[in-house]
């Protein structure tokens, strides 16, 4: 549970900060209602769904890879962000510098308003073409797609794929090389709703730590992020990041940082 001493410390520690970089994961979804990857009911738990995510799983048989993604993008259709995510979005309105990374692909951050969200492993909303790289809407790509075809390149007719970030590959090196002047520059780190088990993400924290920056957490469970975080808040992302921003989503912390 988050004591209020903690929710205080975390407060100071934004209000004081010049830049704040933020790392989200699956955890900031799930009151939104997108499962996680290895909680319990995970997406990774008890399936095959991980094997998948490969780009060999794809080379050997890409129909059912494409299968679990349809399922996916089936069960995004109508979800919203939550009051965890309108919180980063207003937090960054209010910010003199604000990064906002994220390893997920459901694109709820940028439905909530942050205006541009490093997407580290990629988006699930545009497909890619294997062959010729041109991207188009996976909607489109799905529409009248059925079990046991592999949607196809409208310019090249070559086979299209999600445009996420599977085991083995690289992140996008734009991705990158946003995400490492923001852990250069933080002088706060905010890490919502991460295992912090998947590099090179996990890294992030102790990199920006290392520099000087303080590290918060926004985790209902322990993680390995849990022992170099100077704040703590064992609470969920939608009860927890509106707290941090003030009661009633006041002009609180902008009207602190003129004063300083
Ligand atoms: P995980 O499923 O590994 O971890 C989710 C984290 O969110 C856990 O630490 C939970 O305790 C926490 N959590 C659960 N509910 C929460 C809530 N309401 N508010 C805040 N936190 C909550 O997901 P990620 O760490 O995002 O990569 O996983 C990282 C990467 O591993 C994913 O991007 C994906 C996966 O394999 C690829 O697919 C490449």
């Known amino acids: 549970m988050t004591t209020p001493e903690a929710r205080n410390q975390a407060r100071e520690l934004i209000v004081s900060s010049r830049s704040i970089a933020v790392l989200t994961g699956a955890g900031i979804s799930a009151e939104s209602g997108v499962p996680t990857f290895r909680g319990e ?30 399922a996916r993008v089936k069960s995004l259709h109508g979800i919203t962000p939550n ?49 010729c790289r041109r991207e188009c809407d996976i909607q489109g790509a799905l529409s009248g797609w059925n079990p046991g075809e592999v949607p196809e390149c409208n310019a090249c007719g070559g086979s ?67 022992g170099i975080a100077d704040v703590v808040l064992r609470g969920t992302a939608a009860v927890e990041l509106p707290l941090l921003m003030g009661p009633g989503d006041s002009e609180d912390l902008r009207i602190r940082r003129r004063v300083d």
């Open 41 to 70: 009911g995970g997406l990774w738990r008890g399936r095959r769904a991980e094997s998948l995510a490969t780009p060999g799983a794809f080379a050997r048989n890409p129909a059912e890879v494409w299968e679990f993604y349809q």
């Open 160 to 226: 299209l794929r999600p445009a996420v970030v599977w085991f083995g590959e690289a992140l996008p090196a734009d991705a990158l090389l946003a995400a490492d002047r923001a852990i250069r520059s933080c002088d706060v780190m905010l890490v919502v709703g991460t295992s912090g088990v998947v590099q090179p993400a996990a890294s992030f924290a102790y990199t920006a730590s290392s520099r000087g920056a303080k590290v918060i957490e926004v985790n209902p469970e322990e993680t390995p992020i849990s």
């Open 83 to 131: 009051a965890g995510h309108r919180a980063l979005a207003a937090l960054e309105s209010r910010c003199d510098q604000l990064w906002l990374m994220t390893q997920n692909v459901d694109g709820l951050h940028r439905d909530a308003g942050s205006t541009n969200p490093i997407e580290l492993h990629g988006t699930i909303r545009i497909a890619r073409c294997h062959s």
